[in-house]
């Protein structure tokens, strides 16, 4: 069973800022960061250290959704409001850049190969640049298209799952739509380490084959 492979688990009792996780990182220096919905989480391995809205005057809510590291060490870090912060050194510090976004919960963030962020929210996929920000989508009638899921795809750019608009494969300003599940509501979305993309949907898995698994 599960517990010979000897699982822990942490609340709020032991330190956690909340009991509904929404994603988890790891940082070069070997801090485990934890996002939920009643703050962010460092974990050192044995206590937490958290952040919140209440301590901490630069996160718009204690509500955080998504995690992504970047270069340098960097973590960014997403809202339930809408918005990304990003705390590199210790501190945490608004990016003016973001300031653009819309006011819709980001669900998800990720690094692409090149270093590049990417933010997926409710109403739109957003490619962090040099000077602000590019909103990148297959047509311009899916720019607000409700994100669920980044992933960083091995061979450049990233993977995106929509909730209604299908999947997307996006590299730098340009994105396409490729072959989805038969009215998928889409959830989340991976590579396998043979090529094949999995994705799942409401009520199945899928993966590129078409072969599809009822959850």
Avoid: Y
């Amino acid at each position: 069973g599960l517990a010979q492979l000897g699982f822990e688990s942490w609340t709020t009792e032991q330190g956690l800022a909340g009991n509904w996780v929404t994603d988890i990182a790891e940082t070069p220096d070997g801090f485990l960061w934890i996002a939920t919905s009643g703050g962010l989480s460092r974990f050192d391995g044995r206590q937490f250290r958290n952040f919140t809205a209440v301590d901490h005057a630069e996160l718009p809510t204690s509500q955080v959704t998504a995690l992504a590291v970047g270069t340098e060490g960097k973590l960014w870090i997403g809202f339930e409001t809408g918005g990304v912060r990003v705390l590199r050194e210790g501190r945490i510090a608004t990016d003016p850049r973001f300031a653009a976004l819309p006011p819709a919960p980001v669900a998800s963030l990720v690094v692409d190969s090149e270093g590049t962020l990417w933010v997926g929210t409710e109403k739109g996929l957003f490619r962090a640049t040099s000077s602000g920000l590019e909103n990148v989508a297959p047509s311009m009638r899916e720019r607000s298209a409700e994100i669920r899921r980044l992933n960083r795809a091995p061979e450049g750019g990233i993977w995106v799952r929509t909730r209604l608009d299908g999947i997307w494969r996006a590299r730098r300003e340009s994105a396409t739509r490729i072959e989805d599940a038969p009215e998928c509501i889409g959830h989340d979305i991976s590579e396998l380490a043979d090529g094949r993309l999995v994705t799942t949907c409401a009520s199945t898995i899928s993966s590129s084959s078409q072969t599809m698994v009822p959850i």
